[in-house]
C-alpha cells in the first residue's frame, strides 16, 4: 500500500525510444534537425494550424508571442488570474504591466464580464489595453466566443496560453487556434511531454519565421555573426521533438485515459454533499489534464490542505489550485478585477480546490485507492459535524 501515487506523471509509449535513437544514430543532436521540423508539422496539423515553433518551455513561447504583439515597457496586458505564474511573468519580461482578470463560475477560465471591466478600468486610466493572455485552465477550455467578441471591440490582441490545454477543443476547434498566437507546454507533468519544452502556434507563418529567428539567437543570415536585435536561445532539441512525436502518436488514447479518470472521481464522489467538480461544457471537449475537486469546508467538513495531508499518509500526491495572481507578493500591486464586485471566484476556487491524481498511467487499482481514502476522509469529517 506503499506505492507512490503521483499526480500526474509521464506516460511513456513505444515510439519515444525509437525516434531518440534514431537522433542519436544520425547524429541530429542539436536544436535542429528532422524530428523537429516533423514534430512542428505534426503538431499543426493535429491542431488544424497554419505554422508551429518548437521551443524549450511553454514560457519561451508566451515570451515570443508577447514579443510578437510588440509588447514595450509600459503597455497593458490583461491576464486569467487563476493560472500559473509563467502566465504572466513573460508580461514582465516585455516590460508590460499585467492587470489580473478574475475567472467565471462554469468553466473556471477568464470571466468575459471581468474582462469588459478591465478593459474600460485601463481605458479610463488614460491608456489602451495592448493584448490579452486567456489562460484554458486544466484542460478546459475558456468561453471563447464571448471573450473574442470583447477583445475585437476593445482590439486585443489575444495569446491563448493553453499550456494544460493541448487537445481541448471549443465548438470544434482546438484551444490556442482562435487568437492570434497560441502556446502548448511540454513540461513533465503535461498531458504529453517532452521532459521539458513547449509550442508557438499562429496562422501567421511570417510570425513564426520571425520567432524562431529570435529563439535563435537573432543571428543575421550573413557568413559571419551578425547581430542587429537581442535574441535567446529559446529552441528546443531534436532529441526532445523525437519524444514528442513518439508522444504526439498516441495523444487521443492519453485523453481518454484522463477523461475515464475524471468520470470516476465523479461517479464516486460527486454525489457527496460539499464536494464539486469541474463539469465539461456543451461547447467544449475537455481534457481533463487534471480533475480538480472544490470541497466546501462548511459542508464537507474538510479543507483542501487536511485533505492533502490524509492523502500524503497513504503516499497519494495531490496539489492545490493555483494561488490566484492577483494574491502573490510579487503581482500584489496589480489591478484586479473580479467576477463580480463582491465574489472573486479564482478566490474561492484557491481556498476550496484540490487537485488529484490524473495521470493517464494512473491504474483502476490505484484510482481506487486515492478514491477510498477521499471516502473515508469526506464521510469522516462530515459524521463528526453533523454528530
Ligand atoms: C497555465 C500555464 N502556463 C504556462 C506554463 C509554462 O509552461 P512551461 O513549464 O513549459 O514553461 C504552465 C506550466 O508549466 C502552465 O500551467
Known amino acids: 500500500m506503499s506505492d507512490q501515487i503521483y499526480l500526474s506523471p509521464p506516460h511513456m509509449g513505444v515510439l519515444e525510444l525509437q525516434y531518440v535513437e534514431q537522433a542519436f544514430t544520425s547524429n541530429w543532436l542539436a536544436p535542429v534537425g528532422p524530428h523537429l521540423d516533423r514534430f512542428e508539422r505534426e503538431v499543426c496539423t493535429y491542431v488544424d494550424q497554419s505554422a508551429a515553433l518548437a521551443l524549450n518551455s511553454g514560457t519561451s513561447a508566451?515570451?515570443?508571442?508577447?514579443?510578437?504583439?510588440?509588447?514595450?515597457?509600459?503597455?497593458?496586458?490583461?491576464?486569467?488570474?487563476?493560472?500559473?505564474?509563467?502566465?504572466?511573468?513573460?508580461?514582465?519580461?516585455?516590460?508590460?504591466?499585467?492587470?489580473?482578470?478574475?475567472?467565471?463560475?462554469?468553466?473556471?477560465?477568464?470571466?468575459?464580464?471581468?474582462?469588459?471591466?478591465?478593459?474600460?478600468?485601463?481605458?479610463?486610466?488614460?491608456?489602451?489595453?495592448?493584448?490579452?493572455v486567456i489562460v484554458h485552465l486544466y484542460g478546459h477550455s475558456a468561453r471563447m466566443d464571448e471573450l473574442m467578441r470583447i477583445c475585437e471591440h476593445y482590439e486585443l490582441i489575444v495569446i491563448e496560453d493553453a499550456a494544460e490545454a493541448l487537445g481541448t477543443k471549443y465548438k470544434g476547434r482546438s484551444c490556442g487556434t482562435m487568437g492570434r498566437y497560441g502556446i502548448y507546454s511540454f513540461n513533465g507533468n503535461k498531458l504529453i511531454t517532452t521532459t521539458a519544452g513547449g509550442m508557438l502556434v499562429s496562422a501567421d507563418e511570417g510570425d513564426i519565421e520571425k520567432a524562431k529567428y529570435w529563439a535563435t539567437q537573432a543571428k543575421s543570415p550573413l557568413p559571419y555573426y551578425h547581430h542587429t536585435e537581442i535574441g535567446f536561445n529559446y529552441r528546443m532539441s531534436n532529441v526532445l521533438a523525437g519524444i514528442g512525436r513518439g508522444q504526439l502518436a498516441v495523444i487521443e488514447s492519453r485523453i481518454q485515459a484522463r477523461r475515464s479518470i475524471h468520470q470516476r472521481y465523479k461517479h464516486s464522489l460527486a454525489n457527496i454533499p460539499g464536494v464539486q467538480f469541474i463539469n465539461e461544457s456543451r461547447d467544449e471537449r475537455a481534457t481533463n489534464w487534471l480533475t480538480v475537486t472544490l470541497l466546501d469546508r462548511e459542508v464537507s467538513g474538510v479543507t483542501p490542505e487536511e485533505m492533502m495531508a490524509a492523502l500524503a499518509e497513504d503516499h497519494i500526491e495531490s496539489r492545490r489550485v493555483w494561488k490566484p495572481l492577483h494574491m502573490q507578493p510579487i503581482y500584489q500591486d496589480c489591478l484586479y478585477v473580479p467576477h463580480h464586485r463582491e465574489f472573486s471566484v479564482s478566490e474561492k476556487w484557491f481556498n476550496e480546490g484540490i487537485c488529484l491524481p490524473s495521470g493517464s498511467n494512473l491504474s483502476a487499482e490505484e484510482q481506487e485507492r486515492v478514491i477510498n481514502r477521499l471516502y473515508e476522509q469526506l464521510q469522516a469529517r462530515s459524521s463528526a459535524i453533523h454528530s
Not at 511573468?89 to 477560465?109: A, C, K, L, R, T
Open 62 to 132: 508566451l515570451h515570443l508571442a508577447l514579443k510578437l504583439a510588440d509588447i514595450r515597457p509600459g503597455d497593458y496586458v490583461l491576464c486569467s488570474s487563476l493560472t500559473f505564474a509563467a502566465s504572466a511573468n513573460p508580461i514582465v519580461y516585455q516590460g508590460g504591466i499585467p492587470v489580473f482578470v478574475d475567472s467565471e463560475p462554469e468553466s473556471w477560465n477568464m470571466s468575459p464580464d471581468a474582462l469588459r471591466t478591465a478593459c474600460e478600468m485601463v481605458l479610463s486610466l488614460g491608456h489602451r489595453p495592448k493584448a490579452v
